[in-house]
Each structure stands twice: as structure tokens, then as C-alpha cells.
């Protein structure tokens, strides 16, 4: 993802090209921060609300102040102004060019030895892989998170649904899926049970019920998800929230991978089998893309 805007949470317009950090940033010299990644379509930006409460429990789990919500609203705002002003020009990534912008928000807990906390937002436009995997799905990979599902509570310091910017390890499991042959990941826990995505929240369908794992499992509340329970259910769907065996996949009528920007993305092959119910699932998931639309 090229960043081509960049925006201050006090509104000053960045150089993308520039640096913006001081060195000893805690964002990159512990990872100490809270991010969230939006997605803005057609001018609307999807879900701002949920992803501004997300990261605000993400920082009351890492103690750091309450996010500025007007701030980052105002800042949202200027990434789409900048995206829309630099249209045509570097390639033509902006609104005039693309329907898609990605906009990341990312908040740190300043500098090494105190300071307050710095913000700043990034527009980028969606990357031809990902529209690729909306269209075609991804074949994923389980990979054990070494964790039991019941641990989250017992173990806040894990920060076990904070969106934090702590990613190294899930990047690194999405590269041992690629160095596999495959595109994307779902973490197990060590009962048994289904987790989320590195990036991504899981939806099984059994039937014509939709189930995504419970967030005490320690996963990411994901907005996407939500968005999509919301109207299915209004679809007549029955939406679940409730354990996924891990082994129940490779019988499901079909799972997704659901986030921000990608939407929802069929798992067409898992550990390296073709799922069976290709036909019927892929016409669920064109369904289910048409009401997250
Ligand atoms: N789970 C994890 C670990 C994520 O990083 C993400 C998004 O990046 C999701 C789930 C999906 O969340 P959302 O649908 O809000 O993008």
C-alpha cells in the first residue's frame, strides 16, 4: 500500500514522502500504539463511528487518553480533501481516479521519556490484490495462536483485542502462509476453537445461519463483521455469535475472511484442500458482498 496523503491529528498537511517521526517514537521503537484502518467508498466513509469506538477501547486497554474523536473526524476529512485535490496527478490515485481510499489512522504513545501522544492519518489507495481476492477468494492456511480461547480475560497485559501496533506477528504469519502457497491465515486456539485472521474477522455459514467467533475469545471485535450481521439479519439470516470448531471448516457451507477494506473474501481451499460446495458458496458470498454494499 503507497501512502500518498498524509495528515497530522492537528490537521497539518505532510509531505508523504517525508519523515514524520521523531526517532525515538514509541510507535516504532515498541509498536506502543492503537491503529484502525477505514475504508472510504464512493465519499462514504464506511463504519467511521465503530472504528472510532474500537479505538478507543484499544487505548483504554493500553492506558493511553481517550482518542480526540471530533480530531480524528476532522482529520478523516482532510485525507479525503488532500486525496481528492491530488486526483489525477502521481498516476492519478485520487477520488476523480479510484472510487477507494484506504485511510489509517495510527496513535502512539509519543516519545521515549514522555510526551503526549502523537497522531497522524494516511490515505492509500486499495492495492489490485485486494480487489483480486474479493473477486476470486483466498486459499488460507490454520496456524496454531498458542493460546486457549478462555485466556483474554485472565490476561489483560496481552492486549488480546486491542487493535494494537504491535502486528509483527501476525505479518509474520501471513508470510509463512504466502512462503506455503497461500494467501491468508485463520489462528486456532489450543482447544480447538476458531480465532480470527491476522487481518480479518471469520464467518462460517452453516446453512443459512452466519457464526463468527465471541470477542472473549481474545480476537479483534471487527467492524466489517458487525456491519454484515447487521443486514443479514435484516436479509432474514440468523447471525450467531458462538464457537467454531477449528474442524468444522473443512465442512462449512462456506467461511469468509471479513475486513475493512478487503470486505469479504471466500476461503475457496484450506491447508492446501479445495473446499467442497464451491457453486452454492460462492453464490452465498455475491449475496452477502451485495448487502455489505
Ligand atoms: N481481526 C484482526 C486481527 C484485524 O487486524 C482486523 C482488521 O484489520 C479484523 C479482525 C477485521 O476488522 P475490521 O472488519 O474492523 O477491519
Redesign the pocket.
Known amino acids: 500500500m503507497t501512502v500518498r496523503v498524509v495528515v497530522g491529528l492537528d490537521g497539518a498537511v505532510h509531505d508523504p514522502g517525508a519523515p514524520l517521526l521523531a526517532a525515538d517514537d514509541l510507535a516504532a521503537v515498541r509498536g506502543d500504539g492503537v491503529f484502525e484502518?477505514l475504508l472510504v467508498r464512493d465519499g462514504v466513509v464506511r463504519?467511521e463511528r465503530?472504528?472510532l469506538d474500537?479505538m478507543a477501547r484499544s487505548a483504554a486497554a493500553l492506558g493511553l487518553p481517550e482518542p480526540d474523536r471530533d480530531a480524528w473526524r476532522r482529520c478523516i476529512a482532510t485525507v479525503r480533501e488532500q486525496w481528492a485535490r491530488t486526483a489525477g496527478v502521481g498516476g492519478g490515485a485520487g477520488a476523480g481516479a479510484a472510487p477507494e481510499l484506504v485511510v489509517r489512522l495510527l496513535l502512539s504513545r509519543g516519545r521515549e521519556g514522555g510526551s503526549t501522544p502523537t497522531g497522524w492519518a494516511t490515505g492509500s489507495p486499495v492495492t489490485p490484490a485486494v480487489a483480486d481476492q474479493r473477486e476470486a477468494g483466498v486459499s488460507v492456511l490454520r496456524l496454531e495462536r498458542g493460546l486457549p480461547s478462555d485466556l483474554a480475560s485472565r490476561a489483560p497485559w496481552l492486549l488480546l483485542g486491542a487493535?494494537t501496533l504491535s502486528?509483527a506477528v501476525?505479518m509474520a504469519a501471513l508470510r509463512h502462509a504466502v512462503a506455503l502457497g497461500a494467501d491468508d491465515v485463520i489462528f486456532t486456539s489450543t482447544d480447538g476453537a476458531v480465532l480470527?485472521?491476522?487481518?480479518?474477522?471469520v464467518v462460517v455459514a452453516r446453512g443459512r445461519e452466519l457464526v463468527t467467533p465471541p470477542v472473549e475469545t481474545g480476537?479483534?471485535p471487527?467492524?466489517?463483521?458487525q456491519a454484515l450481521f447487521r443486514a443479514a439479519g435484516q436479509a432474514g439470516f440468523t447471525c450467531t455469535v458462538g464457537r467454531v470448531e477449528a474442524a468444522e471448516l473443512t465442512d462449512a457451507a462456506a467461511v469468509w475472511l471479513?475486513?475493512?477494506?478487503r470486505l469479504l473474501a471466500r476461503v475457496h481451499t484450506l491447508d492446501g484442500v479445495v473446499l467442497p460446495r464451491a457453486e452454492p458458496a460462492a453464490a452465498l458470498t455475491a449475496e452477502l458482498a451485495s448487502l455489505l454494499a
Do not use: C, D
Open positions: 484502518t463504519e465503530a472504528h474500537r487493535k502486528y501476525n480470527e485472521g491476522p487481518t480479518s474477522t480476537i479483534l471487527g467492524t466489517t463483521q471479513l475486513s475493512s477494506v
